[in-house]
């Protein structure tokens, strides 16, 4: 780091992204399809979240995990991208978010996940065998200010979430039947997830089962993946049927109601699994949440359609969060200051203060006054400034975050290499103060910048783009 870029970051504390250290694979079969599956964990780079590949098929398509790519929540949470599938990938998920892990890439050569015992168990200790590393970007975190909620009325399910110092999540449940009645679960901290949640097993009710059994829809199950609470008096042909399907000589009833020898992990294993359900479908929205989630008879349906509300309102934010800055305040560089990193000289240098610079991100400030020389001919009249030189501007202000990492960024140029997604808001005009903020989409390599930049004037975001560019040394005679 150069003398400059220390005496210039911003000193936050800031949680970088993580993603796993190595490859790790795990085989088993998948609890609707039956089928045979290995899946692999696979290193990926910043921003780039969770996918699936299904390397079964030709071209190796990949499936987000996105919740408007959400097809199916009847038995598990299923996406599907331009015909691809994936089902019930919400314990995989539960166990990448509950393990604070960021990037990952999911390989399957089948589109279900294996169900192993039916919790995220050992999705977590294969994560933790792969170990987990900490990436160059922060973390995008949503910092939840405002009560949000949604509730389906058909069944009276409801997810709220309010402000919280940290991720927690609460679920309620009420089965309705004497064998389970109402359970509650709390996670306090998503670092107790491990210990707290992730040895949950999927649950599953008598009738429930019987119903799937004879429309073939659990060829995977078995009572050592499931457990299956009876909610019903059994008959010796049921019983009979069961043991067929489940391959055992003798079944019987426990007198807790559960089906065969099986001994919960905690009293409220169901909230609990209840609970690793949200984490894991609520990984869906995109971005990690900072809030105290409470689920009220949660279900995949209610679960994912919360994660699309809530991905609507964080790209809504993002987008027209304006920053909260005090003008008033010394910058951390003036325009003398800024002359010297950057080539640009009046009238096209448009950028008058650096307020922010850290590793990742720069923000910047323009005053806009009837003396910029543009407003002669844009337009007689009725001044407006051009939005190319508003993205211009940006640019510049994103020149400061590149030429920050060379020792002699005088002996530097910076070009444009791509523009993408320009949009303008809002118009700019004399007396208008323009704050620019930049932010990387990668990390910096071979001098180039890849970042999103905004442009925000009276309390309103007037004008986006996605930038790239490259410093180039210039070379002297």
């Known amino acids: 780091m150069t003398k400059?870029?220390?005496?210039?970051?911003?000193?936050?504390?800031?949680?970088?992204?993580?993603?796993?250290?190595?490859?790790?694979?795990?085989?088993?079969?998948?609890?609707?399809?039956?089928?045979?599956?290995?899946?692999?964990?696979?290193?990926?780079?910043?921003?780039?979240?969770?996918?699936?590949?299904?390397?079964?098929?030709?071209?190796?398509?990949?499936i987000e995990a996105d919740a408007n790519f959400v097809v199916n929540t009847q038995r598990g949470t299923n996406l599907e991208k331009r015909g691809v599938k994936i089902q019930t990938s919400e314990h995989v998920l539960a166990a990448l978010v509950g393990m604070e892990i960021d990037n990952v890439s999911i390989e399957l050569d089948s589109p279900e996940p294996p169900i192993m015992d039916g919790s995220s168990k050992f999705f977590v200790e294969a994560l933790e065998k792969a170990g987990i590393v900490e990436q160059e970007v922060p973390r995008d975190e949503y910092v939840v200010k405002d009560v949000i909620s949604y509730k389906d009325e058909a069944t009276g399910s409801e997810i709220t979430v309010i402000p919280s110092d940290e991720y927690q999540v609460t679920t309620m449940v009420d089965f309705g039947t004497k064998v389970l009645g109402t359970q509650n679960a709390t996670l306090e901290r998503i670092s107790d997830f491990k210990t707290e949640v992730a040895d949950a097993r999927t649950f599953s009710f008598l009738h429930e089962l019987e119903m799937l059994l004879e429309h073939g829809l659990i060829k995977g199950g078995d009572l050592n993946?499931?457990?299956?609470?009876?909610?019903?008096?059994?008959?010796?042909?049921?019983?009979?049927?069961?043991?067929?399907?489940?391959?055992?000589?003798?079944?019987?009833?426990?007198?807790?109601?559960?089906?065969?020898?099986?001994?919960?992990?905690?009293?409220?294993?169901?909230?609990?699994?209840?609970?690793?359900?949200?984490?894991?479908?609520?990984?869906?929205?995109?971005?990690?949440?900072?809030?105290?989630?409470?689920?009220?008879?949660?279900?995949?349906y209610v679960n994912t359609q919360f994660a699309k509300k809530?991905?609507?309102?964080?790209?809504?934010?993002?987008?027209?969060?304006?920053?909260?800055?005090?003008?008033?305040?010394?910058p951390l560089m003036d325009v003398t200051q800024i002359m010297k990193m950057l080539p640009h000289r009046p009238p096209f240098l448009?950028?008058?203060?650096?307020?922010?610079?850290?590793?990742?991100?720069?923000?910047?400030?323009?005053?806009?006054?009837?003396?910029?020389?543009?407003?002669?001919?844009?337009f007689p009249g009725a001044p407006v400034m051009p939005g190319v030189l508003q993205v211009e501007a940006m640019a510049q202000t994103g020149g400061i975050l590149v030429l920050s990492t060379v020792p002699d960024p005088e002996n530097y140029l910076t070009f444009f290499m791509k523009i993408d997604n320009v949009k303008f808001k809002q118009q700019v005009v004399p007396g208008d103060t323009l704050i620019f903020k930049c932010d990387l989409i990668s990390p910096i390599r071979r001098g180039i910048c890849h970042m999103q930049a905004y442009a925000y004037a009276n309390g309103k975001l007037v004008s986006e783009a996605e930038l790239m560019a490259q410093i180039v040394k210039i070379k002297k005679e």
Not at 29 to 34: F, R
Not at 312 to 330: A, F, H, M, T, Y
Not at 350 to 364: A, P, T
């Open 4 to 62: 400059l870029k220390k005496d210039l970051t911003v000193s936050n504390q800031v949680t970088k992204q993580r993603t796993i250290a190595k490859e790790v694979t795990l085989k088993g079969v998948g609890l609707h399809t039956g089928e045979n599956v290995t899946m692999k964990f696979i290193p990926a780079p910043e921003n780039h979240g969770y996918t699936f590949k299904r390397v079964d098929l030709e071209g190796e398509p990949i």
């Open 225 to 300: 993946n499931a457990i299956v609470y009876v909610d019903k008096e059994i008959s010796k042909e049921t019983m009979k049927k069961l043991e067929k399907a489940f391959k055992k000589e003798k079944l019987s009833v426990k007198p807790n109601g559960i089906l065969d020898n099986l001994t919960l992990h905690q009293p409220n294993e169901a909230a609990r699994h209840k609970l690793l359900d949200v984490i894991g479908d609520l990984a869906l929205a995109g971005t990690r949440i900072r809030g105290k989630v409470i689920a009220n008879k949660p279900g995949h």
């Open 310 to 330: 809530l991905a609507k309102i964080i790209k809504l934010e993002k987008r027209n969060k304006v920053p909260q800055l005090d003008l008033s305040q010394p």
């Open 350 to 378: 448009l950028v008058d203060k650096i307020l922010e610079l850290s590793d990742s991100h720069v923000m910047g400030v323009k005053n806009v006054t009837m003396n910029e020389p543009f407003f002669v001919g844009h």
